[in-house]
T-cell receptor, first 115, second 115 residues
């Protein structure tokens, strides 16, 4: 069964803290994505990776960085958390194989609150 | 740049009735994919249905079907015989077939099925 897992469902951090959000997929997918989901704004792409150690900025990369040292793991890092980064964070993965029509498989999400 | 618009933030439907969710998009690409994803309350987002732009036939998956109007850049989702389990947030998404594997998501429609 296809699975994308995220390290925490809920997280509360203080302003200025360094925050790590972890995502692991067991489908041997090449592509991995980090989104943030906010009411009225839908899903916005923060960063994505199409291979180990490769990364590309999405639409809202400011204040975030990512790491992909292994194919199955994609980490999102908030270097210095701020209150405007309070949001739901979704991780997703997809195969680079076009036969799969690039369906994205999502994790359960991490609801991050920054106080 | 591509955009995806969902003009209905919230909708409701009686159980067993039919409901249509609207989605319009803007692109200069000639070939692309369109998707509808479902995010049930506190559960992972899953793919409902997908459509390739070069296929004229509308996609169907059981009770879910789309009305794809390429010239009008419209991609609506019809849910027949609505069930309580259809209560969810529904997102329309666009992906071009060239370049990167990025999705562009709409802002979502929250659908509530009433007993």
């Amino acid at each position: 069964d296809v699975k994308v897992t995220q390290s925490s469902r809920y997280l509360v951090k203080r302003t200025g803290e360094k925050v790590f959000l972890e995502c692991v997929q067991d489908m041997d997918h090449e592509n991995m994505f980090w989104y943030r989901q906010d009411p009225g704004l839908g899903l916005r792409l923060i960063y994505f990776s199409y291979d180990v150690k490769m990364k590309e900025k999405g639409d809202i990369p400011e204040g975030y960085s990512v790491s992909r040292e292994k194919k199955e793991r994609f980490s999102l890092i908030l270097e210095s958390a701020s209150t405007n980064q309070t949001s739901m964070y979704l991780c997703a993965s997809s195969s680079k194989d076009w036969v799969g029509y690039n369906e994205q498989f999502f994790g359960p999400g991490t609801r991050l609150t920054v106080l | 740049a591509q955009t995806v618009t969902q003009s209905q933030p919230e909708m409701s439907v009686q159980e067993a009735e039919t409901v249509t969710l609207s989605c319009t998009y803007d692109t200069s690409e000639s070939n692309y994919y369109l998707f509808w994803y479902k995010q049930p309350p506190s559960r992972q987002m899953i793919l409902v249905i997908r459509q390739e732009a070069y296929k004229q036939q509308n996609a169907t998956e059981n009770r879910f079907s789309v009305n794809f109007q390429k010239a009008a850049k419209s991609f609506s989702l019809k849910i027949s015989d609505s069930q309580l389990g259809d209560t969810a947030m529904y997102f329309c998404a666009f992906m071009k077939t060239s370049g990167t594997y990025k999705y562009i998501f709409g802002t979502g429609t929250r659908l509530k099925v009433l007993a």
